[in-house]
């Protein structure tokens, strides 16, 4: 069938504001959205910008808005968007991070929060011989969490960046929780300063919106309120007041 | 822009990280990634990474070893293949201590399962020894090593596509670079660069591989003349997805998954009565496309793309869901069904190269019969051949590769650029890669390379694919070569500088072309069939003539053949069968 994609377009060279191209392209109900890009890209117009890699939603290099959606381009068919001739599908770049090219968005603040929740095992103590030792069940507290590939729908579906653009956001908020979570690991207070403070997990106000987004299953709102309730214990446990930002 | 690093490594997947751990704690390292380095294809490995460990039952890294060269056809340097699995076990248990999430045993210990082609006791039968994270055990690999270089502060360029290498003397002395978001040309001056690239399934239609697996390390070295060695030997995955060849990982039938045609027969049973369906991957592609010529595929219409079901339905409740969650819902996403309730229609895919740029133990490249070597000039991963995968290549293997090369070769580059002091560049050392991009960016209008790579992969999947004969191979390359010929009057339609991912797409374009030539005129002389190299017209092995590993040299419009012997000083060469 035709379908027509409806791309909003900039090109920092020639635009001083975005602007959306039409482009009628024939596809099979069961296509991907990403090969209808790619179908665009090889036979009428060479100068469609998006990121691509794996197109089986595991490298997580084709999010964007798919008609109001956070979504992998290559993890949403067809059939899901459009249902008959010249339906119309609307594809934007992803909200919150600046627009370097038509659908690539320019992620280093993305990757900056990421990395400042220290997203690596912290363990002082004398590696051992072998495996360190850890139950499937330890495991499992934390398993979807490893799910992560860091596309950043999350943090386009998330409404709190609208009023907050300082907010850690759902995603390396989830991976904190993956670390201190892990039974293996040493860092939680290491990790505290970032996580317990009006812009880190008491920003998150249970819009789910994250969860609704992630093309990874990661139960995103949750993580965030099992680390609120972490910190809320630990300070508890050493008479200490959480960093919320309100004031008693 | 000029920049100056003791270490520059070339590719973000598993094998550039863990090297760029190495370098990096005591040489100033740079890594280039043309893409974000999460998104690297490392993290599309699902099923496993073997290791002896022992955590199920007996296990011996000489059996592993063993393994790994019969599973090869007897083409892996066997030394090389017992460093594979004797460095395989404190691999494993050092990317455990880095946090890598493995699943674990009743006790808490790592959790192995099978896998093709790995047996205990020389072939007694099929053996635990694949370590996994669920089916995602290279996404946790990428993760894992990401993390850690977080944690080190290595420094990456991101979204920097190779273009050429500055190669003076039998000496490397750097790299160009385009920088995507301002199509900047970088120059990277260094005392030693290490390709970690990864594969180029692209060459074919039907692929596993990422689009980003356009072989620009290979392409780039052979273009300066470096010999690529084993390039007839690629990889066809059995299991790929009918039609899209996404991957549908070994280890479902490593979990009791069973092949059937369209009687519903076990029908590896007749090719590999002892394997069964856990055979090594060539034997049991090569069983699928037999089925299928023969009538006995779903269809029945013995056409090239009919397909036969991997059926899971059997497997205990729960074991989908818990041990493969990533492979249901690829099933439902692109299939719409459940493999609990419905076999996977599953067809071979091109899945990986066997064969790249020559190295030695250390990952240096070497170039010759002789072992002669290029000062500083490293190679790792899928785009090296180092070789421990021969003709055949067993699932786990590769990243274990990864892990074991990769940090074999960072650490010889840490010590070797402690003694040599930082290399003085010519100032012209970026002219050619300006010209290269000058001349697809002039404004003239030429053909757009879409229809040209479409062409490409059509006629490898159907020529230079699980079965192959002279005709077809010639066919191949003769049509390679024209398209070589006509990419000389490509254009590009962008012509901005921010991002252009059109320019970037006919970069890849000529280096797929070019390995696209060098696989063809590898594979049209091999006059034998070996591994995954299988001649209709040259059906057996022939050790007297070909026990040998091709080194194929890029000369303008040809290619140029010689070779070198294969280390066989452990195990002597036999049929192999399982």
Redesign the interface.
């Known amino acids: 069938m035709k379908i027509i994609l409806k791309i909003e377009r900039f ?4 635009d001083t504001e975005s602007r959306f191209q039409e482009y009628t392209v024939e596809v099979a109900p ?1 296509d ?1 959205l990403l090969d209808a890009l790619i179908t665009i ?3 009428q ?3 469609l ?13 084709d999010a964007m808005r798919i008609n109001g959606k956070d979504r992998l381009a290559c ?1 949403t ?1 067809v059939k899901e968007v459009a249902d008959a001739d010249g339906d119309v599908v609307e594809i934007k770049p992803l909200r919150h991070l600046p627009v ?3 659908l ?1 968005v ?2 280093t603040v993305f ?1 900056d929060k990421y ?1 400042s929740i ?4 912290i363990n002082d103590e004398p ?10 069940e ?2 499992m507290k ?2 979807d969490t ?5 596309c950043a729908s999350c943090y386009s579906a998330c409404p709190i960046f609208d009023k907050n653009k300082n907010f850690l956001g759902p995603a390396a908020l989830s991976q904190g929780y993956r ?1 201190i979570a ?1 039974s ?2 040493k860092g939680f207070e290491n990790r505290l300063p970032e996580l317990d403070r009006p812009d880190g997990v008491w920003a998150c106000q249970n819009h789910f919106k994250c969860t609704e987004a992630c093309p990874r299953w990661i139960k995103i709102t949750k993580r965030i309120n099992q680390t609120k309730k972490m910190i809320q214990n630990h300070r508890k446990r050493k008479g200490e007041s959480i960093n919320d930002g309100t004031t008693d | 822009m000029k920049h100056e690093f003791e270490c520059v490594i070339v590719g973000s997947g598993g094998a550039g990280l863990y090297s760029a751990l190495e370098t990096s704690a005591g040489a100033k390292t740079a890594v280039l990634s043309k ?2 380095p ?4 490392t ?2 490995a699902q099923g496993g990474i073997s290791a002896a ?1 022992g955590n199920r039952e007996e296990d011996k890294p000489e059996w592993h070893a063993f393994d790994t060269v019969k599973g090869g056809d007897y083409l892996v340097d066997q030394q090389a293949a017992m460093i594979l699995a004797q460095d395989a076990i404190q691999a ?2 050092d990317l ?4 890598l ?10 959790d192995q399962r099978r896998f093709g082609g790995h047996t205990k006791a020389f072939g007694q039968g099929p053996v635990r020894r694949a370590c996994y ?2 089916d ?1 055990t290279g ?2 690999i990428l ?1 894992t090593l990401y ?2 270089c ?2 080190n502060k290595v420094v990456f360029f991101d979204e920097f596509q190779v273009i050429d290498v500055i190669l003076e003397a039998k000496t490397c002395k750097g790299v160009i670079a385009i920088e995507l ?1 301002t199509g900047e040309l970088h120059t990277f001056a260094a005392k030693s660069v290490l390709f970690a690239t990864g594969g180029f399934g692209r060459i074919f239609k039907i692929t596993s591989n ?3 697996n356009t072989g620009d390390g290979p392409a780039v070295l052979a273009r300066k003349g470096i010999p690529l060695q084993d390039m007839e030997f690629f990889q066809f995955h059995p299991t790929g997805i009918k039609g ?1 060849g ?1 991957l549908i990982t070994e280890a479902v039938r490593g979990e009791g998954g069973i092949l059937r045609n369209n009687a519903g027969e076990r029908f590896m049973e007749q090719y590999a009565p002892t394997l069964l369906d856990l055979a090594p991957r060539d034997m049991v592609s090569r069983a699928i496309m037999t089925e299928i010529a023969a009538g006995r595929g779903m269809r029945g219409d013995k056409k090239i793309d009919d397909y036969v079901n991997l059926d899971a339905t059997h497997l205990a409740k729960g074991v989908l869901e818990a041990k493969l969650p ?1 492979i249901t ?2 099933c439902k ?2 299939l ?1 069904i459940d493999p609990n309730n419905t076999p996977i229609p599953v067809l071979p895919t091109a899945h990986y190269a066997m064969g790249g740029i020559p190295t030695d133990l250390h990952g240096r490249v070497v170039v010759d019969e002789k072992g002669s070597i290029i000062e500083g000039l490293y190679a790792a991963g899928e785009c090296a051949c180092v070789s421990v995968h021969g003709a055949n290549r067993l699932g786990t293997n590769s990243l274990l590769d990864l892990v074991v090369f990769g940090r074999r070769a960072g650490i010889h580059i840490g010590e070797y650029v402690k003694t040599i002091d930082f290399p003085a560049i010519p100032s012209d050392a970026a002219a050619d890669a300006q010209t290269w991009i000058d001349r697809l960016t002039d404004g003239k209008t030429g053909p ?1 390379g ?2 040209m ?2 062409e490409m992969q059509t006629v490898m999947m159907e020529n230079i694919g699980v079965y192959r004969n002279e005709t077809g191979m010639a066919l191949a390359v003769k049509t390679i070569q024209n398209l070589r010929d006509r990419y000389g009057d490509v254009r ?3 012509f ?4 252009n ?2 320019l970037l ?1 006919l970069i890849e374009l000529k280096n797929m072309l070019d390995l696209a030539l060098i696989t063809g005129v590898s594979s049209l002389y091999r006059k034998e069939s070996r591994g995954a190299h299988s001649r209709q017209d040259f059906p057996d092995r022939d050790d007297d003539n070909w026990l040998k590993h091709t080194l194929a040299t890029l000369k303008g419009d040809h290619v140029n053949l010689a070779y070198k012997p294969v280390d066989t000083s452990i195990w002597e060469p036999k049929p192999r069968a399982y």
Do not use: W
């Open positions: 090109n920092p060279e020639t069961t991907r890209k090889q036979f117009d060479g100068t910008g998006f990121r691509k890699s794996c197109a089986h939603g595991v490298c997580g290099s993890k068919l370097q090219r038509d690539i320019d992620q990757f990395k220290q997203p690596f095992l590696v051992p011989a072998k495996e360190r030792i850890q139950s499937q330890e495991r934390f398993d490893t799910n992560c590939i860091l670390f892990d293996r690991d | 893409l974000y999460v998104r690297s294809h993290g599309a460990l494993i248990y455990e201590n880095r946090g999430p493995f699943s674990r045993t009743t006790d808490g210990k790592i994270a669920a995602r996404h946790m993760q993390q850690q977080i944690k978001a990422a689009f980003a899209l996404i990533d819902d690829f996403t692109y719409g757009h879409g229809h790579a479409e590009v339609q962008d901005s500088k921010p991002f991912t059109d797409e």
